[in-house]
């Protein structure tokens, strides 16, 4: 027992880099751990006690544990099998099928990414682009919700803008999850994507077995109370006009004769903007009868490089007010026992369309589109003072000074958004831009049914 025994330095190497890995393994990987753990449960109990909706257990489950349940969720089972029969394969390679789908949908939520980056960028973001207005009664709207009710936020999608503005505005209610498509799916905006809370969805895809999937997870995480957010255009619009909304989410959501056991409470949210950083993408792709927008990340990059060196050289302007407000909240229960998911999302397209927001730039769009000359600014303050006592609360309140003020900002930008030429104190639409100037009248072209302009 006590005679000595030579080894090779390499093998006597060898067992030391093993007894490390094991001690790390069993002890200390554990320990290090238990004590990230107990700060991260320390600093979500601090987050909820500030939140107006605490985070869920579910939100804040391990990725592993939420796939592992999803692909043996009955119904996702049963349609394994189905799969396999239908296509003639063994159930496990059904199986692994499933489960793919599931590593692709299910996020890797983190409350530290989410609150202390993800929050953060998406204030530095908007207020450095935008001025934000939102609606008077939006705080009241979220405070009247029963907290045992899983809200749902139900938005027009204008811009890519949307997720980081309605992210930045929600921060103080919940953390939000979003549906995003095929255009996220890039390293390393995936990984912070899937951080956030998001998860990711096939737009095209028609399987049965991926839309069940699908399905089951997102009445999992309503069922668990994540606070979601979901575009029922499906995309962002082409023309400035609500388009009409697709049914995929919303019948997850309403799924049975009384919906789900949990009550979901919708709050339709309206969104606008003085500028729509997309505009001529969007209309374009319009034009082509596409949806094939040509925007690059390196486009993005430069913009965001653009702005940074004009606020250094102290150039930099903002695209005026991007504007967000909460609509009349519908219960899930008992809605569904008279009403069909066609009825509840026309219902919920409705109550956005009657929250929209009106600002400045649409207004005056509304302006140039009616007339074919060119206008002055004291006639655009005229026309737009008549407006503004027509539609109370759903625009900014302004005197009659600082409505005048906001006129000649609305102009400034239009014209350097390129719509507008200016000749002394005249200002006159180019003609070439009527699409664009179509865009965003078009987005408060309900307010005024009595118009008569040309169709777009």
């Known amino acids: 027992m006590t005679s000595t025994v030579e080894l090779p330095v390499w093998f006597f190497v060898l067992i030391l880099l093993f007894a490390a890995v094991t001690f790390a393994s069993h002890f200390l990987f554990p320990s290090v751990r238990w004590f990230f753990r107990r700060r991260l449960e320390r600093a979500v109990a601090q987050l909820n006690e500030r939140l107006t909706r605490p985070i869920e257990p579910f939100k804040l489950a391990r990725r592993y544990d939420m796939i592992q349940r999803l692909i043996y969720d009955p119904e996702v089972t049963r349609e ?118 998001a998860y990711f969805i096939r737009r095209r895809s028609r399987g049965a077995l991926y839309r069940k999937v699908l399905e089951r997870y997102v009445q999992m995480a309503t069922e668990g109370g994540v606070a979601q957010g979901i575009f029922p255009e499906g995309g962002l619009s082409l023309t400035g006009r609500l388009m009409p909304p697709k049914m995929g989410l919303l019948s997850y959501l309403a799924q049975g004769p009384d919906g789900p056991e949990r009550d979901v409470v919708f709050v339709p949210v309206a969104i606008n903007y003085d500028r729509v950083l997309e505009d001529r993408v969007l209309i374009a792709a319009g034009q082509r009868g596409d949806r094939r927008f040509g925007a690059r990340i390196s486009v993005a990059v430069r913009f965001i490089l653009r702005k940074f060196w004009q606020a250094l050289r102290g150039r930099y302007v903002r695209f005026g007010t991007a504007a967000v407000v909460f609509g009349e909240p519908l219960s899930i229960r008992g809605y569904c026992t008279e009403n069909s998911v066609d009825e509840l999302a026309a219902e919920l397209m409705r109550r956005i369309e009657d929250a929209m927001p009106v600002l400045i730039v649409p207004l005056l769009a509304r302006q140039f589109q009616k007339q074919t000359g060119p206008l002055s600014k004291d006639q655009l303050v005229y026309e737009l003072s008549r407006d503004a006592a027509r539609l109370g609360d759903h625009m900014p309140h302004m005197s009659q000074p600082d409505l005048a003020k906001a006129v000649g900002k609305g102009l400034v930008r239009m014209r350097r958004n390129n719509l507008l030429d200016q000749h002394d104190n005249q200002w006159q639409m180019i003609e070439s831009e009527r699409a664009v100037i179509d865009f965003y009248a078009n987005s408060i072209a309900h307010r005024f049914p009595g118009d008569q302009v040309r169709a777009s």
């Open 80 to 197: 394994i099998v189905n799969y396999a029969k239908s296509h003639g394969v063994p159930e496990n390679v059904a199986f692994e099928k499933a489960r793919s789908y599931a590593r692709e949908i299910v996020p890797s939520f983190s409350a530290v990414t989410y609150f202390g980056l993800g929050i953060r960028l998406a204030r530095m973001l908007v207020n450095s682009i935008y001025e934000v207005w939102t609606g008077p009664k939006n705080d009241a709207i979220i405070k009247s919700i029963s907290k045992d009710a899983t809200i749902v936020f139900i938005m027009n999608h204008r811009s890519n803008m949307d997720y980081v503005l309605v992210t930045y505005l929600a921060a103080q209610t919940s953390a939000l999850s979003y549906a995003v498509g095929e255009w996220a799916r890039v390293w390393p905006l995936s990984r912070l994507i899937r951080m956030m809370g």
